[in-house]
């Protein structure tokens, strides 16, 4: 993407300025006992400035909710407004969740109580625990009323690069491809400097985050593995692209630095574990609920061609097991990165050839398998496996190619 | 090629100026030209078409092109667009990037298949056309340039929640890639333009 | 976003100057006697420009305001004899499911942005000279037509934004922040911003498409405020009354 050509490259002296302002020097832990919600079901806007801001945000959920780029299947809906149920607190009745067709890993909670979830979040994480973390921390901001006290925040400062930060945050975007609302949220994860926290908003998050998620017996540590699980993406990303980590990576903006964090959320985690309780991360039923949806969740983020990114997902996902799914994209993965000095195209076919025999290969891995045969001479396992995938997808569309290819 | 949001930042990069008139035009984009009703050679000038009607050729970038690459449109490249792709060569991609870019477009390889090919239009349009979905509606074999070509039809739903559809049709020859790509709104917009495309595929020669 | 783009593509930011620049089709009548007019769900906000830049959308003054341009477009059509429905909702008319309007709402913003881009950015597309305005929404335009009864369509969007006292100090060239479903394209002291469109639904047809800007650079010069019923009808007559014929229906009267 042509960065220097966007807007954030013009702001970018002014945001980097206010990010320094935004952050801080390095604060004591919040304690997770101390964070009780400001709200309590049922809650509606009081003053004059934040009945403002609420209004806004009925409107933008009147147009989140028309959208087309929802994911609306019922079952996963109402999974998903369980784990809200399970981890909101006061508010499980009243927040509303929405599913977006994004592959970013995000969510965002707007100070009226709906969330947007966009599906690359669903595609990383590894069980219940993680994503429901994710959903309380999310909730979190809205028990704590986050969203207006930064509102507030951000007009008692005359700063003038403020301002500037505010243009950089919403028009610069991360990588500023996408131009719908949703998608701009799912990139920039603020609206204005409202969802654009500072460190200490974020820190009460995560305490009452690992709190809402311990009472509903779930696994604390869950959140900060979620951490580490986004840093190590970021870092094997950057790693095949020959680079250093970008340290403003969209997350990075809404949720500043994570090295202190992930200390604090460890201990606050074991703090929060009551002698003698269960806590489970509930893996089995999360990757159930998420059977249907996962090959498209995948497909989604390997087709965006980030190489070490899909890679560590998908060896993220393989350590609950190897099968035909996960093969088929590690395949996928090198086919499109396609470097020759690294002999992609091999390591391609390897990955076909390997997740063919699994039986949950999908059609689309015989398909490629028989590419890659073709393509190294093999004419006859070719055919085969061109066969063997039209039998699969009889109404494939584009059977009459591979009939093409099959014919020689 | 270009995607829509390259004009939006082009746009938002013109700073606010009182204009006499409308839009000063100074974002440094040189626009659009003509395209007349002849034989006319696009991309880097190894093919020849005629389109049917008068087109729109998208002039100039200030953005570094791709010179293999031609784009037309009659309505706006919202609406509607007709890509050129001449002999475009191993290890090249249809879009500049840097190799430094997170995600990229896959560059094309002299000894890619057309299912390679429709991939790497495929991650095209969801790396840089902001497609959240994409479905491929058939691809088939279909002569092109006087040899063996295919063509590769589908559909995308973008991030600003406008449907579009698409057909390309391509032949690689002597390790090259030649393609003609046509994408529009699926409301209206592509039904009104196919003939015009087809017209134009048909009259496409090597030169 | 989508309100993003046409904002930004429209803000050609003028100190002090009132633009309204419309195009028409060159067959284009304005629609009297008794047509029966459409509004797509109008996009109405008002906020107050802090010292910051940001805009803070104040409900008070948004529902005043939304409330003052409905009831000065209602008068606006009523005064030319037409019929008129405002959708609140996608789903405000039977004849039409919900999706449906989404779908055209969605093409029209393409359509709109497409206008604003080729004919007020200046990215002049040749094929379009002296055609006045040549854009449409096709066949779905003409089946919500049919389907219910209406002639035609309006699109409408309309902003306004006023410096509360703390910005009238600071002067500021910023480029604008836009979050969703409400814009700011200047900064300079708040502005008016709206843009209307006008499609025939016995063709599908964009007809008239109207953009009007009025801003005011130094902060504390306001123009008619969409807050009052005046300012709402300034703002109304300034999108919409002053619809000139086409191109060739102008010609034809000069020539009788």
Redesign the interface.
């Known amino acids: 993407m042509n960065a220097t050509l966007s807007r954030r490259a013009l702001l970018g002296a002014g945001a980097g300025l206010a990010a320094a302002s935004i952050g801080g020097a390095a604060e004591a832990r919040i304690l997770p006992r101390d964070m009780v919600p400001l709200i309590g079901p049922g809650y509606r806007a009081v003053d004059q400035d934040e009945k403002g801001m609420w209004q806004l945000m009925e409107r933008v959920e009147e147009e989140v909710s028309g959208s087309n780029l929802l994911i609306k299947d019922p079952q996963l809906v109402s999974y998903l407004g369980t784990l809200i149920g399970n981890v909101g607190g006061p508010a499980a009745k009243d927040m509303r969740i929405y599913l977006a067709r994004i592959p970013e890993f995000n969510a965002v909670m707007f100070p009226t109580g709906f969330t947007v979830i966009f599906s690359g979040l669903l595609l990383r994480m590894r069980n219940e625990a993680q994503l429901a973390g994710v959903i309380a921390h999310e909730g979190a901001h809205f028990l704590r009323k986050h969203q207006i006290r930064q509102w507030r925040d951000m007009r008692r400062k005359t700063d003038i690069f403020s301002f500037l930060a505010m243009g950089a945050g919403v028009a610069g975007g991360a990588a500023g491809i996408y131009a719908g609302d949703l998608v701009q949220l799912a990139q920039l994860g603020t609206l204005l400097s409202l969802l654009k926290y500072n460190r200490t908003l974020e820190a009460e998050a995560d305490a009452m985050g690992v709190r809402l998620l311990a009472d509903a017996g779930y696994d604390p540590m869950a959140m900060s593995e979620t951490w580490q699980q986004l840093i190590g993406e970021l870092d094997l990303s950057a790693k095949y692209r020959r680079k250093r980590r970008r340290r403003d990576f969209n997350i990075f903006e809404t949720h500043p630095s994570p090295d202190a964090r992930m200390a604090d959320l460890k201990i606050s985690a074991a703090e929060v574990r009551q002698p003698g309780r269960v806590y489970d991360a509930y893996r089995s039923r999360y990757l159930n609920a998420l059977a249907g949806l996962r090959p498209s969740l995948l497909d989604d983020q390997v087709k965006l061609n980030d190489p070490g990114a899909s890679q560590y997902i998908v060896n993220t996902l393989a350590k609950d097991g190897w099968n035909g799914l996960l093969r088929f994209y590690e395949g996928e993965i090198w086919r499109l990165r396609g470097s020759q000095s690294k002999g992609d195209e091999l390591r391609a076919a390897q990955g076909y050839a390997a997740a063919v025999a699994y039986p949950d290969a999908p059609p689309d891995a015989w398909r490629w398998h028989g590419v890659m045969l073709l393509k190294q001479g093999r004419s006859a396992e070719a055919r085969a496996a061109f066969a063997r995938y039209l039998q699969l997808s009889p109404n494939a569309p584009d059977a009459a190619l591979v009939r093409q290819m099959m014919a020689g | 090629m270009r995607f829509?949001?390259?004009?939006?930042?082009?746009?938002?990069?013109s700073?606010?100026?009182?204009?006499s008139g409308?839009?000063?035009?100074?974002?440094g984009?040189s626009?659009?030209?003509?395209v007349r009703v002849k034989e006319v050679r696009v991309g880097n000038d190894s093919m020849a078409v005629t389109p049917p009607r008068?087109?729109?050729k998208i002039a100039g970038s200030?953005?570094v092109d791709i010179h293999a690459v031609e784009d037309w449109?009659?309505?706006?490249p919202?609406?509607d667009g007709i890509s050129f792709v001449t002999g475009l060569k191993d290890?090249k991609a249809l879009v500049?990037?840097r190799?430094?870019?997170?995600?990229?477009?896959?560059?094309f390889?002299s000894?890619m298949?057309?299912?390679?090919i429709?991939?790497m239009i495929?991650?095209l349009f969801?790396?840089?056309?902001?497609a959240?979905?994409?479905k491929?509606?058939?691809?088939?074999?279909r002569p092109f340039l006087g040899t063996n070509g295919?063509q590769f039809?589908y559909e995308h739903?973008?991030?600003?929640?406008?449907?579009r559809k698409g057909r390309a049709v391509a032949a690689v020859i002597n390790g090259r890639l030649y393609m003609i790509l046509f994408d529009a709104?699926r409301?209206?917009?592509y039904n009104?333009l196919l003939p015009d495309y087809e017209a134009i595929v048909h009259s496409a020669r090597l030169v | 976003m989508r309100r993003v783009c046409l904002a930004l593509l429209a803000s050609v930011a003028l100190a002090g100057c009132v633009s309204t620049r419309q195009y028409a089709d060159v067959e284009f009548s304005p629609p009297q006697g008794d047509y029966k007019l459409l509004v797509m769900r109008p996009d109405v906000s008002v906020g107050s420009v802090t010292t910051g830049g940001m805009v803070e959308p104040r409900a008070d003054w948004t529902e005043q305001a939304r409330a003052n341009f409905i009831t000065a477009l209602k008068a606006q059509q009523a005064g030319r004899g037409g019929n008129v429905l405002i959708m609140e909702k996608r789903n405000s008319l039977a004849a039409v499911d919900a999706d449906m309007v989404a779908e055209l709402e969605r093409l029209h913003y393409a359509v709109a942005s497409s206008i604003a881009l080729h004919r007020y950015s200046g990215q002049y597309l040749p094929t379009k000279r002296n055609r006045g305005l040549d854009w449409t929404l096709g066949e779905d335009a003409v089946t919500l037509g049919r389907r219910t009864g209406y002639d035609y369509a309006l699109f409408l969007y309309a902003e306004d934004s006023f410096a509360s006292t703390g910005r009238v100090g600071l002067q500021v060239l910023g480029i604008a922040g836009c979050f969703v479903g409400f814009c700011a394209p200047n900064v300079g002291g708040g502005g008016q911003f709206g843009y209307a469109s006008l499609v025939d639904l016995r063709t599908g047809e964009v007809v008239w498409f109207n953009v009007s800007q009025a801003s005011s650079q130094i902060a504390g010069v306001k123009f008619g405020d969409i807050r009052t019923p005046e300012g709402a009808a300034q703002m109304v007559d300034r999108l919409l009354d002053r619809m000139k014929p086409g191109r060739n229906v102008r010609r034809r009267g000069r020539a009788q």
């Open positions: 829509k949001q390259l004009l939006i930042l082009a746009a938002a990069v700073l606010p100026a009182c204009a409308v839009g000063g035009g100074s974002f984009y626009g659009y030209s003509l008068e087109w729109n200030l953005f449109t009659q309505n706006g919202y609406l290890g500049y990037q190799r430094r870019d997170d995600r990229q477009v896959p560059k390889r000894n298949t057309p299912p390679e429709a991939a495929e991650s969801r790396v840089r056309g902001g959240v979905d994409f491929t509606l058939s691809m088939t074999p295919f039809d739903l973008d991030s600003d929640e406008v449907r709104a409301s209206h917009y009104a």
